[in-house]
């Protein structure tokens, strides 16, 4: 069974704290991505892919991979400050040289700081910060046990989306829905300031399960009148 998105979360905000001043390619290229891909569940990364996977080039040339799970992700490690594009187009060619049963659909880059993922079928790529890992961890929902989740041009409304998410216990979730023909108006505001302070409330240890209560109740009393308003517009409207 795979582990739950609340747990990946909690995972990989461990995993950025742990990572977080390391630049070192050669010193612990190979640990950060091993704990990378165990973060997401898999007992141990050597055992669903390979480390430094060579490859063989048109020119009879050999490359390598630096981790391999095939047909799931390719990564590719630079130092801190390296050519993230260049290291794209080095993974990019390296990839398509492989088996066709072998080929990842996803080709991450990261040189410890940053992370840029890209999808080879939908031609859609994110990048962010690795501390916000945990904000993007539904991307990589090919190496999760989930659904694949295509990857937004719009990140704004999937960072929320995992800040609520990651506030609100499993045995109390709700589903957050985002009503967009209010965007305009800049009402969903208040829901995006509600629910990042209720995470940086929560990170900090300080949220008590009543404080959780009412962040639910106010989201629902939020979402009510905005439907109430949007009837009146309607009706405004037709007059």
């Given at each position: 069974m795979p582990l739950s998105?609340?747990?990946?979360?909690?995972?990989?905000?461990?995993?950025?704290?742990?990572?977080?001043?390391v630049v070192r390619e050669e010193a612990d290229g190979k640990s950060f991505q091993r704990e990378f891909i165990e973060l997401f569940g898999v007992k141990d990364a050597r055992e669903v892919g390979s480390f430094e996977y060579r490859v063989s080039k048109d020119d009879s040339r050999k490359g390598y991979i630096d981790y391999l799970w095939p047909g799931k992700i390719a990564i590719?490690?630079?130092?801190s400050g390296k050519d993230l594009k260049q290291a794209y187009a080095q993974l990019k060619e390296y990839v398509v040289h492989l088996n066709t049963e072998d080929i990842t659909n996803l080709l991450?880059?990261?040189?410890?700081?940053?992370?840029h993922l890209y999808s080879r079928t939908t031609d859609k790529?994110?990048?962010?910060?690795?501390k916000d890992l945990y904000k993007y961890v539904k991307y990589f929902s090919d190496i999760?046990?989930?659904?694949?989740?295509?990857?937004?041009?719009?990140?704004?409304e999937v960072n929320i989306k995992a800040s609520v998410k990651m506030t609100v216990p499993l045995s109390l979730q709700i589903q957050y829905v985002k009503v967009r023909w209010f965007t305009s108006?800049?009402?969903?505001?208040?829901?995006?300031?509600?629910?990042?302070t209720l995470h940086i409330e929560l990170l900090?240890?300080?949220?008590?399960?009543?404080?959780k209560l009412l962040f639910i109740v106010s989201?629902?009393?939020?979402?009510?009148?905005?439907?109430?308003?949007?009837?009146y517009m309607i009706k405004s409207v037709k007059k």
């Open positions: 998105w609340n747990q990946i979360m909690d995972n990989a905000i461990r995993f950025s704290k742990k990572f977080e001043n590719e490690m630079k130092s991450m880059v990261c040189d410890f700081k940053n992370i790529q994110v990048k962010f910060k690795t999760s046990g989930y659904e694949s989740t295509r990857l937004y041009d719009n990140q704004e108006y800049g009402l969903n505001y208040w829901m995006k300031i509600l629910a990042l900090n240890g300080v949220m008590k399960q009543r404080e989201s629902l009393v939020f979402q009510i009148t905005q439907r109430v308003l949007r009837k």
